[in-house]
């Protein structure tokens, strides 16, 4: 399942006030398994690509906001990886091939690691899919996050 949900005015105020940041809508990007436990597929992650890029072609001024934390583990094949790195890179290489499969031209994938200084283990993914005219304002975003 994929659930969005926006932040307000009042929100974003509270990271910025820069006009490129306020004039665009971010959303948050969930995805949820309802059922099973096994590996998600590639028609799975295409689905869920292909309405997660019509939302985008509807919604000019949307930047889809995917956080990739530790707090679950998943199945899966590179052990090596922490979870939440998988999920991040599973995320790109998604958002990649849909993009090069679609012909789609003019959208991005601005990803963010963070990494807390007392825990390396802590590292934490963002990921913002904007619209590539978008870019310097997910870039003030970026440089927020890194401040808190």
Known sequence: ??????YDAETLMAFSSDPQVLSLVFYDVTLVRKSGEDYVGYKILFAV???LARFMGENEDAVLCFYCDADTDLRRHHTELL?????SRL???MFEMYVKSCNLSGFINYRVEMEDPYNTGNRQFAHFIC???HREAVAVMERLLRQK
């Open 1 to 6: 399942m994929v659930a969005l949900s926006y």
């Open 49 to 51: 690509s292909d309405v």
């Open 83 to 87: 979870p939440q790195e998988y999920r």
């Open 91 to 93: 995320f790109s290489r």
């Open 131 to 133: 619209r590539e005219e």
